[in-house]
């Protein structure tokens, strides 16, 4: 399920907004201050970020201090606008992705959540971790480990090694993932790594066709957990919804 954030007091905003992020599978959390706001948005993550930035005082100052927070810097955000302050071009000044001009309509609010919808699932996908358990192997030295994972995503793998690796190790690792038949060989560097055996591995020179067959599993396993997301991945851009 996607999350959102929805920054506003307007009793029409939520009428609107609720039953139509609803209808995406979308859920929202609503915050109707803006200091609260950018306290949540530090400590949590979201998939899309929606803020009333002209009828809640604060609202553009927590669009514009969006972009330095570790946690919801690419999240897809929305800025509200009632065509009296913030136009189209300030809004996509301060960064954001998408624009809905007040009054709000289900129809033209869901054309613009249809749209963001591929923008949204393909930043969930780029930090997306899947928990796997499966068979894997590192060669280090011409010496050979054998491992299990705990999780993947597409930039690296967690393993239970029980086995310390070097601090600035680079093993080749090779592994299949369930479903396919292609057995995938890595470059990787050692992330992290703690005492009860659990290691990180960071992809590093992926091969296209590698990259390719673990994005497209990737993208299956996502689409088994978000209905509606399946076909749904595209690239970054911005969009105004009148």
Not at 183 to 211: C, H, I, M, Q
């Amino acid at each position: 399920m996607l999350e959102s954030l929805l920054l506003s007091r307007d009793a029409e905003v939520f009428r609107v907004l609720r039953p139509t992020l609803e209808k995406f599978s979308i859920e929202v959390e609503i915050c109707q201050e803006a200091k609260k706001a950018s306290e949540i948005l530090i400590s949590e993550k979201f998939d899309a970020i929606i803020v009333d930035c002209d009828d809640l005082p604060g609202g553009v100052e927590v669009l514009e201090g969006l972009r330095t927070t570790s946690s919801n810097k690419n999240s897809v955000t929305f800025a509200i606008v009632n065509g009296k302050k913030t136009t189209t071009q300030e809004a996509f000044g301060m960064g954001v992705n998408f624009v809905l001009h007040k009054p709000l309509s289900v129809l033209n609010t869901s054309r613009c959540l249809n749209a963001a919808l591929n923008f949204m699932l393909r930043e969930r996908r780029r930090y997306f971790r899947h928990p796997i358990k499966m068979p894997a192997r590192l060669v280090l030295d011409g010496k050979e480990l054998q491992g299990t994972s705990t999780n993947i995503s597409e930039g690296g793998i967690a393993l239970l090694l029980h086995h310390a690796l070097p601090k600035n190790a680079t093993p080749q690792l090779q592994f299949t993932l369930p479903g396919t038949s292609v057995a995938l060989e890595l470059e990787t560097e050692v992330a992290w790594a703690d005492l009860k055996g659990y290691v990180g591995l960071r992809f590093l020179n992926v091969p296209p066709g590698s990259r390719e067959l673990l994005e497209r599993w990737l993208n299956d396993q996502m689409e088994q957990q978000i209905p509606g997301s399946k076909g749904k991945l595209a690239g970054p851009g911005s969009a105004a919804v009148q």
